[in-house]
């Protein structure tokens, strides 16, 4: 399952992370962000133990949408050793992501 990130935890869960982190920038009333969700799963458990994959809510958490300049969703923002080293802004197919994830690995 994708790990829930928020404001209060984004340093220690993608800052600090020796993983690669892909963070899925997403809203309830969205509807290609609902339509990615599964996609995001399939993610998560694939890649359970080598990367880490989450979602931020923006509505809750403004302050890291704000931080990374977010302003479409679903944006995917891909980070390697707490920094950012790609990103994704719309809804793509599973293997576009699983290519940038790979590329960065």
């Known amino acids: 399952m994708a790990v829930e990130i928020t404001d209060g935890n984004f340093e220690t869960i993608v800052k600090k992370s ?4 892909l963070v899925d920038f997403w809203a309830q ?3 290609p962000c609902l339509a990615m ?12 133990g080598k990367a880490v994959i989450g979602k931020l809510d923006v509505d809750s958490n403004p302050g890291i949408s704000m931080e990374f300049g977010v302003r479409n969703i679903p ?8 920094e950012l080293v790609d990103k994704q802004v719309g809804a793509v197919p599973k293997s576009a992501l699983v290519k940038k994830l790979e590329a960065h690995m």
């Open 29 to 31: 009333w969205c509807g």
């Open 75 to 82: 944006t995917i923002l891909f980070f390697k050793n707490g």
């Open 18 to 21: 020796d993983k690669m982190v």
């Open 37 to 48: 969700g599964p996609v995001i799963e399939d993610l998560a458990k694939e890649y359970e």
